[in-house]
């Protein structure tokens, strides 16, 4: 039996919209299952990140405490590293953000814009970072696919090289925003 | 047209080509399918060298030269491409990327963005210095038009064409450095200019979405810059 490459997918401060371009492969996932395996991510069940990954693709900027720990966590368990569209590889809309006083921006959505019980949340919801940061300004970052979000022809191309051993030369293949 | 050319030969990418004496390297690249990039260079506008994009390495100097204002010479030995250019092209994208806050996903000029092109182009994947989400605002007072700093960069692309075809001059450069900004009049917000006739040509030229036409949401902001090359023509040849 021939081992199969451990692949994680992580979810930051993003919208989903790249977890559903990786989805748009369509067909192709099919043909993936064969060769990787699937051992963390927002469309599977298990709740810890493994140990040793080989290839992990992290969707969303680093905009929360949370964000920080898990990405820190996942960068120290991973072999390569992908920041996966745009709110990964510059912070795109979750940094508009940066603009703005992290209390200012809190205020605005639990109290000014919050009809029923006005308040900050104490519990679950994590703190906030005063900047919204793209992903390699925390850890360093392998291989960046821009685009919002990247075409799942893209997201294939890459994984396909990385699978090989190659990191992906995107030079003309993906731009920033759409 | 010049009656008697004075025609010189040079090489480019090892490439040999003829020119008139009076062609800048840029022009006489494009006129031989040789890409260089540029962005406050725009065919029928005098030229400034302020993006320093189109950068070029002439033998013999240790010099970088921007090509849209380097004349050709005789027996000029240029190269457009090479990894110390590539280099300092990218960082130069990068510094522009990381200035102001542009960001793509959500601009009226997605998909027809000439600074979006270039990093597509010359395979910036990613900004390596760290962002500065400069505070720059938006004038939305004119009529027709709004201006976004957020998208500007400063390539005066606007300045020149209202002072050169339009004749108004509105557009102008007020401050230094990163705390430059294009301005109407005597930095009076756009929708009180005496001066601006709302041609639109400064909008039509803008490489990006900092300058854009009311009503247009993402994407939509596509720009027509045909006019300009053909209205310089018609003007020098009578």
């Not at chain 1, 493994?50 to 949370?66: F, H, N, Y």
């Not at chain 1, 920041?83 to 979750?94: E, F, I, K, M, Q």
């Not at chain 2, 921007?66 to 000029?76: F, H, I, R, Y």
Request: proline residues 5%; negative net charge; aromatic residues 4%.
């Amino acid at each position: 039996m021939t081992t199969k490459a451990k692949v994680a997918t992580v979810w930051l401060d993003g919208c989903s919209g790249c977890h559903m371009s990786f989805l748009d492969m369509d067909e192709r996932l099919v043909g993936l299952a064969d060769k990787i395996e699937l051992v963390y991510s927002p469309l599977v069940d298990n709740k810890v990140f493994p140990d040793d990954v080989d290839v992990t693709l992290v969707e969303g900027a680093v905009s929360s405490e949370d964000d920080l720990a898990k990405i820190r966590k996942v960068r120290a368990h991973t072999k390569v590293l992908v920041s996966l569209g745009d709110c990964a590889v510059t912070g795109n809309v979750p940094a508009m953000r940066n603009h703005f006083d992290t209390i200012d921006v809190t205020n605005r959505a639990y109290f000014e814009n919050a009809a029923l019980q006005q308040q900050l949340p104490c519990e679950v919801v994590p703190k906030l970072l005063d900047r919204v940061r793209p992903v390699h300004e925390v850890v360093k970052v392998d291989v960046h696919i821009p685009g919002c979000p990247p075409p799942a022809d893209v997201i294939h191309f890459a994984v396909a090289e990385m699978l090989e051993g190659r990191l992906p030369d995107l030079t003309g293949k993906t731009r920033f925003g759409m | 047209m010049a009656s008697a050319a004075h025609v010189v030969t040079l090489t480019i990418d090892g490439r040999d080509v003829s020119a008139n004496a009076d062609d800048t390297v840029l022009e006489v690249a494009r006129e031989n399918g040789i890409f260089i990039p540029r962005l406050c260079n725009i065919d029928g506008l005098t030229p400034v060298g302020a993006c320093r994009l189109c950068l070029i390495e002439i033998k013999g100097s240790p010099k970088l030269v921007p090509a849209c204002v380097a004349k050709v010479t005789e027996g000029m030995e240029v190269t457009t491409k090479s990894e110390r250019l590539d280099r300092y092209r990218r960082v130069i994208l990068e510094m522009l990327f990381a200035e102001r806050n542009h960001i793509c996903s959500v601009c009226v000029s997605n998909g027809h963005c000439e600074l979006q092109a270039l990093a597509l182009d010359i395979g910036m994947t990613h900004v390596r210095v760290p962002y500065r989400y400069l505070r720059v605002g938006i004038d939305a007072s004119h009529d027709r038009f709004i201006v976004d700093h957020n998208r500007c960069v400063l390539c005066t692309r606007c300045v020149r064409v209202c002072d050169e075809i339009e004749g108004a001059h509105t557009w102008d450069l007020l401050g230094r450095g990163t705390n430059s900004r294009v301005i109407t009049d005597l930095h009076q917000p756009w929708g009180e200019s005496d001066t601006c006739t709302s041609c639109g040509k400064c909008v039509n030229v803008c490489p990006t979405g900092a300058l854009s036409i009311k009503g247009h949401s993402v994407a939509e902001m596509s720009k027509r810059k045909q006019f300009l090359p053909y209205l310089t023509l018609m003007r020098t040849e009578k």
